[in-house]
Nanobody, 124 residues
């Protein structure tokens, strides 16, 4: 089993930045694709970004491309989401997820492991 724990959420003003971290433990981490998803009240969980096990393939949702950056540090089993130029519409609970795949995966139902989520609130 894989355990994922997110951290770094908080309250920021529009235009500000925040860096989320996801620490993974348990099963071998290096072959996993890691993804970030978010869910706002009354909405479905949506894809934000994903990075392959090698770090060579990255995907972003159109709404965050150019503002968010996903990266991973396999030596310490951690994936990051750097969020810049935050907007009120970015407000949501952000979840880290993992799946044993060498390619990027962008759909919720294909991920096998999930963290507990961390709240990100962006004020206008």
């Amino acid at each position: 089993q894989v355990q994922l724990v997110e951290s770094g959420g908080g309250l920021v003003q529009a235009g500000g930045s925040l860096r989320l971290s996801c620490a993974a433990s348990g099963r071998t981490f290096s072959t996993y694709t890691m993804g970030w998803f978010r869910q706002a009240p009354g909405k479905e969980r949506e894809f934000v970004a994903a990075i392959s096990w090698s770090g060579g393939h990255i995907a972003y949702a159109a709404s965050v491309k150019g503002r968010f950056t996903i990266s991973r540090a396999n030596a310490k089993n951690t994936v990051y989401l750097q969020m810049n130029s935050l907007k009120p519409e970015d407000t949501a609970v952000y979840y880290c997820a993992a799946v044993d795949s060498a390619q990027v995966v962008t759909t919720v139902d294909e991920y096998d492991y999930w963290g507990q989520g961390t709240q990100v609130t962006v004020s206008s």
